[in-house]
């Protein structure tokens, strides 16, 4: 059964506004949030994290946000640039195996000129 | 090389041959991933290395067989594979595996076929 869940299979935005894209989990022992972007052809790459004891982290124009209590997690690009069309995974990771990190199956962002 | 690499990026296999993939990391790092990426379904990681040693298998059938010499190279040998193990085979290493801020670093992966 799938610990982290990306519902949306793809997304389109226009040039400029924003996207945002959505992941929920199911377990509470998670603790720590990580959003990858993979381009066609590359291996996924580190984009922003968050840890369980916020619920905000922006790094430039991504902004991550954490809500413990829903379960769910969100990644906000303001505002959106066609190179930030790519594939966008949530990963998640806990105190016990930390080294193992679970991924949702992806998000398409497609960011319209 | 920076980063991370693979080789191959392609690899076409029959089901009785005998093949490897390669991993490389350029960045210091102690622990190595293998992770499997099949269609429509989540990344699923195959095996860590921690050190070179082993510390975490995730029931991956024997006929997946890792092996680590060093902290910086990190094998999978392939043998009697199956259609269904057809998939994209990622590596990815890390500093170490500390609790929670475990950033991977990803290659470009190996788009396996098995005919």
């Known amino acids: 059964d799938q610990q982290v869940k990306q519902n949306s299979p793809s997304l389109s935005v226009q040039e400029g506004r924003i996207s945002i894209l959505n992941c929920d989990y199911t377990?509470?022992?998670?603790?720590?949030f990580l959003w990858y972007k993979k381009y066609p052809a590359e291996g996924p790459t580190f984009l922003i994290s968050i840890s369980s004891i916020k619920d905000k982290n922006e790094d430039g124009r991504f902004t991550v946000f954490l809500n413990k209590s829903a379960k769910h997690l969100s990644l906000h690009i303001v505002p959106s640039q066609p190179g930030d069309s790519a594939v966008y995974f949530c990963a998640a990771s806990g105190k016990t195996g930390a080294n193992n990190l679970f991924f949702g199956t992806g998000t398409r962002l497609t960011v319209i000129p | 090389e920076t980063g991370v690499t693979q080789t191959p990026r392609h690899l076409v296999m029959g089901m009785t041959n005998k093949k490897s993939l390669k991993c490389e990391q350029h960045l210091g790092h102690n622990a190595m991933y293998w992770y499997k990426q099949s269609a429509k379904k989540p990344l699923e990681l195959m095996f860590v290395y921690n050190f070179k040693e082993q510390t975490e298998n995730n029931s991956v059938p024997s006929r997946f067989s890792p092996e680590c010499p060093n902290s910086s190279h990190l094998f999978l040998h392939l043998h009697t594979l199956q259609p269904e193990d057809s998939a994209l085979y990622l590596c990815?290493?890390?500093?170490?595996?500390?609790?929670?801020?475990?950033?991977?670093?990803f290659g470009p992966g190996t788009r396996l076929t098995v005919t």
């Open positions: 990815a290493s890390s500093q170490d595996l500390a609790a929670g801020g475990n950033e991977q670093y």
């Open positions: 377990n509470s022992m998670f603790d720590y």
